[in-house]
T-cell receptor
């Protein structure tokens, strides 16, 4: 257990539905990251927060994706109008310097 | 960030040392070598990192060549639970800017056999 928690751990949804994932970082870490991992590939960077400020978004993060980190604590990642191609593991990491990852949320879009 | 090259897969006998190589020939002076591993269906686990000197912790040792163009992760006594995908990542040090994100390749699948 790294101290980074993610909920839910698994999510099955129908195409077109909205889903929201939550990440609770290690409390003293000011940086928080979201990654996405598809089968057989390494994780890919999606977005990064320093405290409550979202400092970079990958081109992978389409307009249907939004992430927030209110008050610089937990973060949420929302996917609107899900598509089958959104099926993946969504990973959260936090750091002061070294990144520590949570267990991930596995999303299946039917 | 510099790219890394790792073998796709390796086998190791339980109880023996596992030596996982990584090439990073384009590494620059301020870039660190990080190693993570990912056991099936779990999040990546941090193992170790280094800049120039060899490093050791309770999980592994990291040997970096003098020219820093390659490194080896050593698991001294591999167990079945060490079966995982191991990622070698080069990342700039310091804070802020473009050095914060990790760029993962496909890693090396290490299989520890009984």
């Amino acid at each position: 257990d790294t101290g980074v928690s993610q909920n839910p751990r698994h999510k099955i949804t129908k195409r077109g539905q909205n889903v929201t994932f939550r990440c609770d970082p290690i409390s003293e870490h000011n940086r928080l990251y979201w990654y996405r991992q598809t089968l057989g590939q390494g994780p890919e960077f999606l977005t990064y927060f320093q405290n409550e400020a979202q400092l970079e978004k990958s081109r992978l993060l389409s307009d249907r994706f939004s992430a927030e980190r209110p008050k610089g604590s937990f973060s949420t990642l929302e996917i609107q109008r899900t598509e089958q191609g959104d099926s993946a593991m969504y990973l959260c990491a936090s750091s002061s310097e070294t990144q520590y990852f949570g267990p991930g949320t596995r999303l299946l879009v039917l | 960030d510099a790219k890394t090259t790792q073998p796709t897969s390796m086998d190791c006998a339980e109880g023996r040392a596992a030596n996982l190589p990584c090439n990073h020939s384009t590494i620059s002076g301020n870039e660190y070598v990080y190693w993570y591993r990912q056991i099936h269906s779990q999040g990546p686990q941090y193992i170790i990192h280094g800049l120039k000197n060899n490093e050791t912790n309770e999980m592994a040792s990291l040997i970096i060549t003098e020219d820093r163009k390659s490194s080896t992760l050593i698991l001294p006594h591999a167990t079945l639970r060490d079966t995982a995908v191991y990622y070698c990542i080069v990342r700039a040090g310091g804070s802020g800017g473009s050095n914060y994100k990790l760029t993962f390749g496909k890693g090396t699948l290490l299989t520890v056999n009984p």
